[in-house]
Every structure is written in C-alpha cells, then in structure tokens.
C-alpha cells in the first residue's frame, strides 16, 4: 500500500494515466500528440496565456513542470486537460510553485505522468491533497482548497464544475464537453483528431462554411446536422448568431 507520507518515487511512472492504456490502438497515440497551441488551450480551459507559459516553462526557481517539453511545442490533449485544471487553482489563489509541487506528488503516488486527466484525481484528490497540504503546511491546499472538515464541501465547489465537464472512460478524461454540458460541442482525442466537434463535425470547418457565405440551413442540411447543432458550433468560434 502506498503511503501518503512517503509516496513512491517518480522514475518508474508510465506513460498513461492510471497505467492502464495497452495496447496498439491508434487513438491511445492521439492523446499525446502536440495538438493544441497555448492559445486554443487558454481559450478552451478559460486560462491566461501567461499562466500556462509558467506552468510547463517554470520559472526562476521553478523547474519545468514537463522537463521533456520543447520551448513552442503545441500541447497534447493530456496537458490541454492539465491546463484546465491549473486555471481552477490559480482561480482561488494557489501560488504555481505549490501546486507544481503538489502534481509531482500525485504523479509519484498514482504512477502516471499525467495526474490530473486521471479518474483517481476526481476521486480521491482531495484527501491526497488535504493530507499532503498538513504534511507540507501549506495553507492554499488545507485552508482553500479543502476547507471543510472531510473535504467533499470544498472539493465539490472547487473542481466540481470542471470535473463535470469530463466524462471519464479507462479511468482518464476522455471526453471534454468544451463548452459546458448544455452544448454539443465537445473535444475527444478519439475524434477529428481532438479538434472541438459536433458529432465528428470540427467547428472549424462550419466556420469555413459560414465565412464562404453559406447559410445554417445549408451547412446543418450537408453535415447532417440540427441548425441549433450548427449554431452552437459557430457561436463556440466565436460568432453570434441564432437559429432559424
């Protein structure tokens, strides 16, 4: 039984979350691919740009969150997911220095490079987190980010929205609803190469479509989509418009 004290040490991680990915599907290699540039994942997880330089780049005295990253690297769905996670904890004031200290310690205790984008990060984070924050004194995790006394309170009011924006498959975050649960837009690795998508569609190409002068009616009609489907599609790029 690992010890939250004293959490078994990092050089034996795998490569998947939670060490449950074997195999040779295609999709599993998605998921690390560089996809996502620092702009389109400070978009999708309402991050600042700056933030996310921070967190993968370090600082000063902050060593680089992913040592193996190269200076201008798109993102994989993996650190995309992570970013989204950041943005929350810095929402509610935890300095980055502490909470790059705190993945490490997931990372070392549930073996897996990426310990946010795990089911176990949902489930069991905030008693880690709370017993690693007394460990360490650290008033951002024992105080803010589990302030009640078992822990569910805080957590649920921290995280749970963005927890509830993922659905979680082989014990990973797999399916990222972008643009909230109410939206069909939705990113998953598996699909349009994890480009954000309605039903398989990316919104980019009904962006295309639209700014080439075609109508909802005619872009819904040749995707085989619902024209509020499409509407959500074009108002997540950022235009406004309404159904017909």
């Avoid at 014990?171 to 699909?191: E, K, T």
Wanted: proline share 5%; with cysteine; glycine share 10%.
């Amino acid at each position: 039984m690992v010890s939250v004290s004293d959490p078994p040490r990092v050089a034996g991680i795998v490569d998947w979350p939670s060490g449950s990915l074997e195999g040779s599907d295609l999709w599993r290699k998605r998921l690390t691919l560089p996809t996502y540039s620092v702009a389109e994942a400070a978009r999708y997880s309402e991050a600042k740009a700056q933030t996310i330089g921070y967190w993968f780049r370090g600082g000063q005295t902050s060593p680089p969150t992913l040592p193996r990253r190269k200076a201008g690297e798109r993102l994989n769905y993996f650190e995309a997911v992570e970013v989204a996670f950041v943005a929350v904890f810095r929402g509610y004031g935890v300095r980055l220095k502490n909470l790059r200290n705190a993945r490490a310690y997931f990372q070392a205790l549930l073996q897996t490079e990426y310990p946010f984008a795990a089911e176990r990060f949902y489930t069991e984070g905030s008693r880690i987190l709370r017993e690693w924050g007394d460990l360490q004194e650290l008033s951002e995790f024992t105080e803010v980010v589990i302030g009640d006394e078992q822990g569910q309170l805080a957590w649920a009011e921290l995280l749970g929205e963005r927890f509830h924006t993922f659905d979680y498959e082989h014990g990973l975050a797999l399916r990222w609803h972008v643009a909230g649960r109410s939206s069909p837009v939705q990113i998953d690795p598996r699909v349009s190469f994890g480009a954000p998508s309605v039903r398989g569609i990316p919104t980019w190409a009904m962006r295309g479509r639209k700014e080439a002068g075609e109508s909802v009616e005619e872009i819904s009609e040749d995707f085989g989509l619902e024209a509020c489907e499409v509407v959500a599609g074009l108002e997540f790029e950022g235009l406004e418009l309404e159904a017909a």
